[in-house]
């Protein structure tokens, strides 16, 4: 699917919007940021590509569950994107995995030579795109 033509636009909302989030592993985590990255860049809800509703993911149940179902955070941004390209083919708006300082790793979303993640202690923080574990394309 092809970038929305206004993600250019979306995407600093999103970023912000999520900025003032507080972590929460059932309603404010990596994946419904990465979410959201998604819809902002892309359109088109990417929790289809699971066979899964955001009412179904939207909890600590849901968002165990899910994790459960693939193993992963990568593994579930992989089912939804495909396969993670090269970390040099990565451009604004693309998805990266970053680990954390405690060893989580954090799905987060490129932004020129670096990364906004959701982590767990601190809520949204920046690391550098060389941290990254895998990227994903966003749209072509």
Not at 51 to 72: E, N, P, Q, W
């Amino acid at each position: 699917m092809a970038r929305h033509a206004e993600w250019e636009l979306r995407l600093p909302g999103v970023i912000e919007t999520w900025a003032a989030n507080q972590y929460d592993f059932g309603t404010a985590n990596c994946l419904l940021f990465a979410r959201d990255v998604i819809l902002a860049v892309q359109g088109g809800e990417p929790l289809d590509a699971l066979g899964v509703t955001l009412a179904d993911v939207h909890s600590h149940r849901g968002a165990a569950r899910l994790l459960a179902k693939y193993g992963s955070a990568e593994a579930i941004i992989t089912a939804v994107l495909g396969d993670p390209v090269a970390r040099l083919q990565a451009r604004r708006g693309d998805l990266a995995s970053v680990a954390t300082e405690h060893g989580e790793v954090s799905i987060g979303v490129v932004d020129g030579d670096v990364v906004h993640l959701i982590c767990h202690d601190f809520g949204m923080t920046t690391r550098p795109l060389a941290d990254a574990q895998l990227t994903w394309q966003v749209g072509p």
